[in-house]
């Protein structure tokens, strides 16, 4: 049959036919809706509702009808897992296994294929790029949708929409959110985009609740196994809110015994010893011998990928997990256990966001095996304690005379356990309440960044144009009203910089031609990082490093330990930023107050007290220079640390530095940060018309970051042309 001559019902016909399975009520009517819309669906359910297969749909219609289509997703890994599943699903169904391709910045396979998986951000920057033409393009399918809530990425789903031609039909896949009839009303009145809406708040394998309060997690997770498959509840997820708490529940239980000869020899093939000779490995090959997994963002890439792939072959029973996986890829659990209900800094802990608690729970339960799924949520440890005390307690007959019993009863008073005042802890209704809320909304959250309002302003040069995307977006007139008063802070803080200038009535804007030089600077706020590139051309290669290194932000505990040793001060420094804030008035020293700190959903960590007084760094001055010259006060994150500096100083050994700085749990995050610095001083570098100091640092990062997993930084820096090239953060 001729691609081009058939019909959308055939194709549904065909479709339906090559289903293996009969597709449940929720199922056909999304698969009804899509082929029978023009405009295109939101379909909402919740995990495990089988919403993959009506984006199988929309896949197999762009092959069988030989046109173009677009599947986004939030995250890289997530991409790459449905990557492979739809390649194996062309296959399947006749066509290559090439039709398929993926390209996420960090990695690129087939990129010219009819369908392509990608992160959202390269769809918007496609809708953006002159390069890349979609008028071939049939469909776009945006899974995750719910990220639209996203406060740091939301907008790039929002724009996606706004720019995406209305003669390419939407799939809009999501779990369950609050207001899918009023976002769907927006979409219609807003952009003329009339979506067919599908919704379900059941779940194909349901979910059972429990709360434990009687049984400590080294107790709760043998309990858990069994050989008889009724009575067992693992493989289980074990969420925890902070890295360092992963590793603490992991130590616990060394002593548990959880898998049997057989698995543990299995295990040991898959783990050769020269891959975890170093760093947190010896350590992690142990664990996973004893049936345990840590999953984490301090773990290094090669590390996870071995315990997703002994997890999914049911060779070890438990992964104890952030909640950045139940976000992520698909790692499909019997059950999921909470250690805990609150998160957040020490003394200020709060209940966790029944999104992110909907989205743990939704872990539970694998279609193809599981009929059930058990979510658990633990008791405080002090609350078990108490527990334990007092069934001892009531057990023993306080009517006794018999004097052993009476000395029993003295002694176990004097042992009563309690609640301590400097712990928070959480109770049964609470996890009810978590269970019995309803989903988020969606909203426009942030402002949009400067990198979107120059594309936006580049587009069109004039400022009606923007504010007229703002007066549209999803929130409440209050929101907006705010949104186009931060656009005059941005407007402002452009001129002052003179990259624009703006005509008598404002509604239009002159854009100087530098302005297309903060096109270059996608891992930093760009009129910093043009700010920063203006000013280092006085400084020597270490001002440089400490300069690149203080804008990337990691979390508050790694920074404490990798912070500015005593050095040199440079040119740049003595002989400009010194004298130049002084005459200036600026103070050259800091208490470390008030101080903005990165949002760090695994990193509890934080100083207790303020630092006491000392001088200025070289990255502070430089902010502090920086503030001065804005219009309008901004918040950016500046954190002077020292890490490819401080491997440089250990002879480039990376296992060396996180040793001795107490990283090895964390090595994972530094690798993240050399890899980001490589990226970041290549944009410098472009910035610079080829500064070799900022190609040494790039250089140097690379070769360090290869020794320690070559293949993930080969993938991550693959496509670095490309990204240099791609308009918006990633």
């Not at 001083?681 to 080829?690: R, T």
């Amino acid at each position: 049959m001729n691609a081009q001559n058939i019909t959308r019902d055939e194709i549904c016909t065909r479709f339906l036919d090559a289903l293996p399975f009969d597709p449940y009520p929720f199922q056909e009517e999304a698969l009804l809706a899509w082929f029978e819309t023009d405009d295109g669906t939101l379909v909402t359910a919740p995990t495990g509702m089988g919403k993959t297969l009506i984006a199988e749909a929309a896949i197999f219609e762009a092959l069988a009808g030989g046109t173009k289509l677009y599947y986004t997703t939030p995250l890289i890994a997530l991409s790459d897992q449905k990557f492979r599943e739809f390649q194996d699903r062309a296959e399947a169904w006749g066509f290559s296994r090439d039709d398929v391709g993926l390209i996420t910045g960090n990695r690129k396979v087939n990129p010219d294929a009819s369908v392509k998986i990608v992160v959202a951000e390269i769809l918007l920057n496609h809708l953006l790029s002159e390069e890349h033409q979609l008028q071939d393009v049939s469909a776009v399918v945006m899974d995750e949708f719910h990220y639209f809530n996203d406060w740091d990425r939301g907008v790039v789903w929002e724009l996606s929409l706004v720019l995406l031609p209305k003669s390419i039909r939407l799939m809009l896949l999501s779990a369950t959110v609050g207001n899918t009839r009023d976002f769907a009303q927006w979409l219609h009145k807003e952009y003329g985009r009339k979506l067919t809406l599908v919704e379900s708040d059941d779940r194909k394998i349901p979910l059972e609740f429990e709360w434990v309060g009687d049984k400590l997690l080294t107790e709760q997770l043998p309990f858990m196994r069994s050989d008889d498959d009724e009575e067992c509840r693992s493989p289980a997820l074990v969420f925890c809110f902070n890295r360092e708490g992963c590793w603490s529940i992991a130590e616990k239980l060394k002593g548990a015994k959880l898998i049997g000869e057989s698995a543990r020899d299995e295990i040991e093939k898959q783990l050769p010893r020269e891959l975890f000779a170093d760093g947190i490995g010896p350590k992690l090959r142990q664990m996973l011998m004893r049936g345990i997994g840590v999953h984490h963002a301090g773990v290094l890439p090669k590390y996870k990928e071995i315990i997703e792939s002994l997890f999914l072959q049911k060779l070890i029973p438990f992964v104890i997990c952030t909640e950045t996986l139940a976000a992520g890829i698909n790692l499909p659990a019997r059950s999921v256990v909470l250690h805990a209900l609150l998160k957040g800094r020490r003394g200020e802990k709060k209940l966790v966001a029944p999104s992110a608690a909907h989205q743990m729970f939704g872990r539970a339960g694998r279609p193809q095996f599981d009929s059930k799924g058990y979510v658990y949520a633990l008791a405080h440890d002090d609350d078990v304690k108490i527990d334990k005390w007092r069934k001892k307690y009531d057990a023993i007959d306080p009517k006794s005379k018999d004097p052993g019993i009476l000395r029993a009863r003295k002694q176990l008073e004097r042992k009563k356990p309690s609640r301590r005042k400097t712990e928070q802890y959480w109770t049964e209704g609470q996890f009810e309440s978590l269970i019995n809320a309803g989903s988020a909304k969606l909203v426009s959250r942030a402002m949009i960044p400067y990198n979107v309002l120059i594309y936006l302003l580049t587009r069109s040069e004039t400022l009606d144009h923007v504010r007229d995307f703002l007066s549209k977006r999803f929130n409440q007139p209050e929101r907006l009203k705010k949104f186009q008063e931060q656009l005059d802070y941005m407007i402002d803080n452009l001129v002052s910089f003179g990259f624009l200038t703006k005509n008598e009535d404002a509604s239009n804007v002159v854009l100087d031609e530098k302005i297309q030089q903060l096109k270059l600077f996608r891992s930093v706020d760009p009129l910093y990082g043009s700010f920063l590139s203006a000013q280092l051309h006085r400084a020597d290669f270490q001002e440089k490093l400490q300069a690149l290194e203080s804008v990337l932000p990691i979390p508050p505990v790694l920074e404490r330990k990798t912070g500015i040793p005593e050095l040199e001060p440079g040119p740049l420094q003595t002989e400009v930023l010194q004298p130049t804030l002084l005459k200036m008035g600026i103070v050259l020293s800091s208490d470390d107050g008030e101080v903005v700190r990165p949002p760090d959903e695994e990193d509890v960590d934080y100083w207790e007290e303020p630092a006491p007084a000392r001088p200025l760094t070289l990255a502070e001055m430089l902010k502090s220079l920086y503030d001065a010259k804005l219009a309008t006060p901004e918040s950016i994150l500046i954190q002077p640390k020292w890490v490819l500096g401080g491997i440089l100083e250990f002879e480039s050994e990376f296992y060396k530095f996180v040793r001795a700085k107490d990283l090895i749990k964390d090595e994972g995050l530094i690798l993240r940060h050399l890899l980001r610095l490589t990226i970041l001083a290549g944009e410098f570098l472009a910035h610079s018309d080829g500064d070799p100091d900022y190609e040494q640092i790039a250089n140097l990062a690379t070769g360090i970051c290869q020794n320690v997993d070559q293949r993930y930084t080969e993938r991550f820096l693959e496509s670095a042309e490309e990204a240099k090239a791609n308009p918006i953060q990633q």
